[in-house]
């Protein structure tokens, strides 16, 4: 392969991000729910032929670290590809992370025809976080044994063929869902976004050549792959271990062990030790693991690198089969994509910070706070609400945390309290900066938020939190964040202290009072 151009190589990130950009403005002005729509919960990336990582959007690093799995995957099950094929999947089993992160695949042809012997020049990929698909409570992300309790579970499957809809595999999905309008929109946005990605490819081509933009997609990855390596080379050899708790469902807490191991320009991160996989939903499936070991290396490799393949190449992850981090079936993963994966980034984070102590900050919040209300309006339709609420993040070496934000593997915007008011039976009565919640210290951890909702109907209530037990540690003398807090009010006024994970159905005129954990404090207070 000629070396690459160094001005055209910087053309070149940008046009491809750009491409996957596109595809999540697309994404997000198309879809129906105000999960995507507003919080923007979804991901969108370009990849190769082989399906390694071209570009991918800002969007959310626990999607996008685990979706080369998927692509893997797709690869795997399909032979022929044709012009219009759009691959579906959510098994997290089989490349998907949990049931409501639904995943688009579709290849793309930048041939005028595709023949006998033509392959797919690259494969586009987004994957939306639905606000329901099923299973035992509304929202998706039920305090579940098993994986068939969670919803509705597809294995990779074509929903259009050579661009015909496969309608009976749609009518299949519908029925298992509890907003069937809504999934039927927000997949329709999806596809909006992969036809979208599909011209961009097109007219790159058109106007310089298949050549050259397959050719930079490889220079590109082999250029991320050069800075990740020296990144790592810079970093002290040694071997550093951690160990980080879990609040699991049955009130007791699993341990996360981790030993990063530097090598010249290369890292091993190993899970040896690790609890073995709990009862409950907070297993994480292998993917969801190596996105977080990732994400990590990616944050402390620094800004300038491309973000694609060729970033994980350097990078080993090493995880115990049936554990916490790498889950089998039919164990229930919902809470290891959205909780376990943020611990497993402070675990690694905290056995780095052995090597990087003046670079690795305290620990965030180590939670999404993921809450769930589901029922039906006086109208009779159903609705499903799903929301991640942010926390503090933890304080570094320069600075103090931030306050009131999506931490880690999260990446989303909250829902704006009148486009929630607007599509859902129940009200905001409080939301603000838990104040005094960060962790004391040279520099102080992020504050926590509080946020009261009053339901006007009957509802299901379903919350997967962790970081109820014990605060986010802090680093170097700083004092650990205050733990988050659940609260019930019924209707006549009487409280009730609710634990990390919980599932109530709960009457109309009920409020619930939800205190997210404040960052972990840097250094030694005063």
Partial sequence: MPSADPVLLQLYRHRFEGVADEMG??????????????????????????????????????????????VAVALDAFDEWWPGDVVLLNDPFEGGT???????????????????????????????????????????????????????????????????????????????VRTPQERRGDLAAQRAAHAVAERRLQALTDAHGAAEVSAYAGHLQAYSERLTRAAIASWPDGRYPFEDLIEV???????????????????????EGTSPAVQGSLNAVRPITVSACHYVVRCLAGDDVPVNGGC??????????????????????????????????DAVLGALAGALPERVPAAGQGTMNNLTIGGERPDGS????????????????????????????TNTLNTPVEALERAYPFRVLTYR?????????????????????????PVTVTMLSTSRQTGPWGREGGTQGAPGRNRLIYPDGTEETLPGHFSRRLPAGSRLRIETPGGGGFGEPG
Wanted: charged share 20%; aromatic share 6%.
């Fill in 312 to 345: 994980f190449e350097p990078v080993t992850v090493k995880t115990p089969t049936a554990s916490l981090v790498d889950a089998r079936p039919p164990r229930a993963v919902a809470g290891g994509n959205v909780e376990t994966s943020q611990r497993i980034v």
């Fill in 382 to 409: 159903s609705f499903a609400y799903y929301e991640t609420i942010g926390g503090g993040m933890g304080a570094s070496a320069s600075r103090p945390g931030l306050s009131g934000v999506h931490v880690h593997m």
């Fill in 249 to 271: 469902e049955t009130d007791d807490r699993a341990h996360i062990s981790v030993e990063a191991v530097i090598d010249g320009e290369e890292l091993t991160v190993d899970f």
């Fill in 433 to 457: 900066r838990r104040d005094g919640s960060g962790g004391d210290g040279r520099h102080r951890g992020g504050d926590g938020l509080v946020r009261v909702y009053e339901v006007q109907v």
């Fill in 25 to 70: 403005a697309t994404l997000q002005r198309t879809s129906y729910s105000p999960n995507i729509k507003e919080r923007l919960d979804f991901s969108c990336a370009v990849f190769d032929v082989r399906g390694r990582l071209v570009a991918q959007a800002a969007h959310i690093p626990v999607h996008l670290g685990a979706m080369p799995a998927s």
């Fill in 98 to 176: 949990h049931l409501p992160d639904v995943t688009m695949i579709s290849p793309v042809f930048v041939e005028a025809q595709r023949d006998e012997e033509a392959t797919p020049d690259f494969f586009v990929a987004s994957r939306a976080h639905h606000a329901d698909v099923g299973g035992m409570t509304p929202g998706s992300l039920p305090l579940a044994q098993e994986l068939v309790q969670e919803g509705l579970i597809v294995p990779p499957v074509k929903l259009y063929e050579a661009g015909m809809l496969n309608e009976a595999l749609q009518r299949l999905i519908l029925r298992n």
